[in-house]
């Protein structure tokens, strides 16, 4: 994406985007101590129209749902492997006979 300087609009579109929640919280409800109820926007496959979880329960799906792929990869795959290396190519003088 990309935004002009001058563009003012197009960088509040983009501020309020990044701002936004990761859920609606008018679809959040607490049910007693230690319940949270989230009405979903559109009932799910198994027919639950809403979820029921604990404050931890809610913190951890958030997580595990923002949590991209890793920005690097601790073990990367060598650039060359040694074990399928092509053969040398013999050298031009060697293949011409006097």
């Not at 679809?27 to 027919?47: C, I, M, S, T, W």
């Amino acid at each position: 994406m990309r935004i002009e300087g001058a563009d003012r609009a197009g960088l509040e579109r983009l501020l309020r985007y990044c701002a936004r929640p990761p859920f609606a919280l008018e679809r959040l409800e607490q049910v007693g101590h230690d319940q949270l109820v989230y009405r979903l926007p559109k009932p799910q496959p198994d027919g639950r129209t809403e979820l029921r979880l604990s404050p931890l329960e809610l913190i951890e799906r958030e997580v595990a749902r923002a949590r991209g792929p890793p920005l690097w990869d601790p073990a990367p795959e060598p650039l060359t492997n040694w074990d399928e290396a092509p053969a040398p190519v013999p050298s031009v003088s060697s293949s011409i006979s006097a």
